[in-house]
């Protein structure tokens, strides 16, 4: 069944806040371990753009 | 009076693993030396001398976990059960449980080797020889007793490889799996299971742990963490507001925690990628 506007919308809204929690834990561990960010980096992007579909 | 049946509960590995500071400090100093080289050279009776570095290290216990509940006077005379006693005992262990989810992603997130596993980690038997003998030579070769009693937490999806591994390769490895039922020993390595989603990628009080998909290797009772007098508890009154009592008393489980993985050791933990 297809979904209606406002469902999508309060999904959408939901989504961007997940996204951006994400965002903001990996700024955080770019501050808290700097090294191991760099190592880290492309593993912690790559589940930040999985989210980013979902 | 009979026992409540309690919710399940998870394998407390961190104090295995661990040495554990349970007095007051709040920080514990332990300044490391860097390492020197020596120089080789042809007779000749002079040297050079450099200066010789120390760098300041700390363990700081930054973080608290609590859990609380409220028993009503009519739970607790009405009840067939000891609530408060009953109560408390799962908050004491939801708290213990919390500190050694803390403790294991602060190590994982200190640790400085880093290994990934072949495709299929440790669900793939052929993998599990392969892996354990690539953790083994990444803390080899140090001074006796430097990186003796080697320890794997893995999660509980990751045992899949193990157990076939085990059963598979002969007699020994076989009788062993199977009369002790689980797994507690690999080609040396003392192997801890903790329920899958302990390794996290989230907000643990103070710490970003960026650690899902990912378990730690390392040496035993090298880190150290600190939980002041431990787990405490109490039971208070709870004061009556203006239209806002409460019968019965409020129970509250709580603990301070810190862990450090000391600079000079960080190289002997490995953070293993699953791949």
């Not at chain 1, 069944?1 to 919308?9: L, R």
């Not at chain 2, 080797?113 to 793939?124: I, K, L, Q």
């Not at chain 2, 907000?203 to 960026?210: C, D, H, M, V």
Request: proline share 2%; charged share 20%.
């Amino acid at each position: 069944m297809a979904k209606n506007k406002e469902v999508e919308e309060v999904e959408e809204v939901v989504k961007s806040q997940a996204v951006k929690d994400f965002e903001a834990l990996i700024e955080r561990y770019k501050i808290q371990n700097p090294l191991k960010y760099e190592i880290k980096k492309a593993e912690l992007e790559k589940q930040l753009v999985a989210l980013s579909a979902k | 009076m009979s026992n409540l049946q309690q919710a399940l509960q998870n394998a407390l590995v961190a104090e295995k693993i661990c040495k554990v500071d349970n007095t007051d400090l709040k920080t514990i100093e332990n300044p490391y030396i860097t390492a020197t080289t020596a120089t080789i050279q042809a007779v000749a009776g002079t040297y050079t001398s450099s200066a010789m570095a120390v760098t300041d290290d700390a363990l700081s216990v930054d973080d608290e976990v609590f859990d609380a509940t409220h028993v009503y006077d009519f739970e607790s005379r009405t009840g067939n059960f000891d609530f408060m006693a009953n109560f408390l005992e799962e908050l004491i262990y939801r708290v213990s449980h919390k500190i050694d989810q803390f403790v294991l992603n602060k190590i994982l997130d200190l640790s400085t080797g880093a290994y990934t596993t072949p495709a299929g980690g440790f669900t793939t038997a052929a993998n599990i020889a392969v892996i354990v003998s690539n953790l083994l030579s990444k803390v080899a070769g140090f001074r006796s007793g430097v990186a003796s009693d080697p320890f794997l937490v893995i999660e509980s999806t990751d045992i899949v490889g193990f157990v076939q591994a085990q059963v598979a390769s002969g007699y020994s490895y076989a009788d062993a799996a199977l009369n002790n039922g689980f797994i507690g020993n690999y080609a040396g390595v003392k192997i801890y299971v903790i329920r899958t989603g302990t390794f996290v990628t989230a907000t643990l009080g103070t710490l970003t742990a960026t650690n899902s998909g990912h378990r730690l290797f390392g040496i035993s009772n090298l880190a150290l963490y600190a939980s002041p007098r431990g787990v405490q508890y109490k039971e208070v009154d709870v004061a009556a507001g203006s239209g806002t009592g409460r019968t019965g008393k409020e129970i509250v489980a709580y603990g301070l925690i810190g862990a450090k993985v000391w600079a000079p050791h960080a190289p002997l933990f490995v953070d293993i990628t699953l791949s």
